[in-house]
């Protein structure tokens, strides 16, 4: 009877570690393709990829496309699809620049005033999609041709430069070193220290909670060896970004904003309702959740987000141009997809989003620094697209 019993609590524990195996490669599995393109693209280009200066560039170069895709996963997890917004950041950034170059409006009411703009013109979208049930596809195809047509028409074709050195920095500036660290910028590696202790106090106050409540957890190697990592990842980053300029400002608006959305998505209430939607709107709609108000809303964050991303990238190229936004959508549908986000609906994260834009942006500075043509690039991430919505699809038939 004690064998019988000690077999059947090894096979539970077996199978409860095969299961949780699973479960973190499915998790963690676009963070090892990450990786690996990383340590593909630092071989091929000589150690170039991974120096201090190329880093803190793909940081700015692929900031506003990080912006979009945080608000377009929120789209995809409804089941929808916005194809305007590199159409409406080209065209908000356009009002930016009439509004603080040629009319010198103040920086903080003209991002406020943009920002706004942003957000009307979502919740247009918002209500034929959701009130008068237009596809998405449709009415985002339509937005994408008027914002585009009206950036034209605003911007007379011609470019609107410069921007005051206060709306740049919102793109390009740096934080202050506060500890004067010289060649070092002391205050990053405080702040990488910082979010180390934060990592650890957190992981510790969840794997609690998962034992409080019985919950499968890894072993106390593996749980360490995780915590281990991720520190040694926060830190060695900080340090290379203390060796250039410090922490981008740029990168704290990034790092709110992730917090915030994943804050929203996992522990609210309104993030369960935006799942419940992608996953089934008729069961959900039955079960009390507003739909149609959810889905207007999840289209004026997009707005908003659109608007966010248009002025992010005025302020990096100092101009606001006819030709921004140039594909933009795409990169952030592409990014969502490579994250993690199903096409079907109801599946998908933000972090999933954010390291989906980092595969994306990093293959495209690769691509770039080893001399390969923007065709082949093009070619090559239709593919990688591709392969992602492939994969989803190979899952969800496994799964059914």
């Given at each position: 009877m004690q064998t019988l019993a000690s077999l059947a609590k090894k096979n539970k524990k077996q199978f409860s570690m095969t299961s949780m195996a699973k479960k973190n490669m499915r998790q963690y599995s676009m963070i090892i393709a990450l990786i690996f393109i990383m340590l593909l693209f630092q071989i091929l280009t000589e150690g170039i990829l991974l120096k201090p200066l190329n880093i803190t560039n793909l940081i700015l170069q692929n900031s506003y496309i990080?912006?979009?895709a945080i608000?377009?996963?929120?789209?995809?997890?409804?089941?929808?699809i916005d194809l305007s917004v590199g159409s409406i950041a080209a065209f908000v950034g356009a009002i930016s620049g009439i509004l603080i170059v040629q009319h010198h409006m103040s920086t903080f009411m003209a991002i406020i005033i943009s920002l706004l703009i942003g957000a009307i013109i979502g919740a247009w979208q918002g209500f034929w999609v959701a009130y008068m049930k237009i596809p998405a596809f449709i009415v985002t195809l339509a937005g994408m041709l008027l914002f585009r047509g009206l950036t034209m028409i605003v911007l007379k074709?011609?470019?609107?430069?410069?921007?005051p050195k206060s709306f740049q920095g919102m793109s390009s500036g740096f934080i202050p070193d506060l500890f004067g660290g010289g060649s070092i910028h002391l205050l990053t590696i405080v702040i990488g220290i910082l979010l180390s202790i934060i990592l650890i106090f957190s992981e510790l106050k969840n794997r609690r909670v998962q034992l409080k409540y019985q919950f499968d957890v890894p072993p106390t190697s593996v749980f360490v060896g995780k915590i281990v990592v991720l520190v040694g990842i926060i830190n060695v980053f900080s340090y290379v970004l203390s060796t250039y300029n410090g922490i981008p400002n740029i990168l704290i608006t990034l790092a709110i904003l992730i917090l915030a959305y994943t804050f929203v998505m996992r522990?609210?209430?309104?993030?369960?309702h935006i799942y419940a939607i992608g996953g089934n709107e008729k069961a959900a709609l039955l079960s009390g959740v507003k739909t149609k108000k959810m889905t207007f809303w999840v289209f004026v964050n997009m707005g908003a987000l659109s608007a966010?991303?248009?002025?992010?990238?005025?302020a990096r190229l100092n101009a606001a141009t006819p030709k921004a936004g140039n594909l933009f959508e795409l990169d952030a549908i592409a990014a969502c997809f490579i994250g993690g986000a199903s096409a079907y609906g109801g599946?998908?994260?933000?972090?999933?989003a954010i390291i989906g834009g980092l595969v994306?942006?990093?293959?495209?500075?690769?691509m770039s620094l080893i001399g390969l043509g923007i065709d082949w690039q093009q070619a090559i991430k239709g593919l990688v697209l591709l392969a992602a919505v492939a994969f989803d699809i190979y899952n969800k038939n496994k799964a059914s």
């Open positions: 990080l912006v979009l608000g377009m996963v929120l789209v995809i997890i409804t089941g929808h074709g011609q470019s609107i430069a410069p921007y522990k609210t209430v309104v993030g369960r966010l991303s248009g002025l992010i990238f005025a599946i998908g994260t933000v972090p999933g994306m942006g990093i293959m495209n500075n690769g």
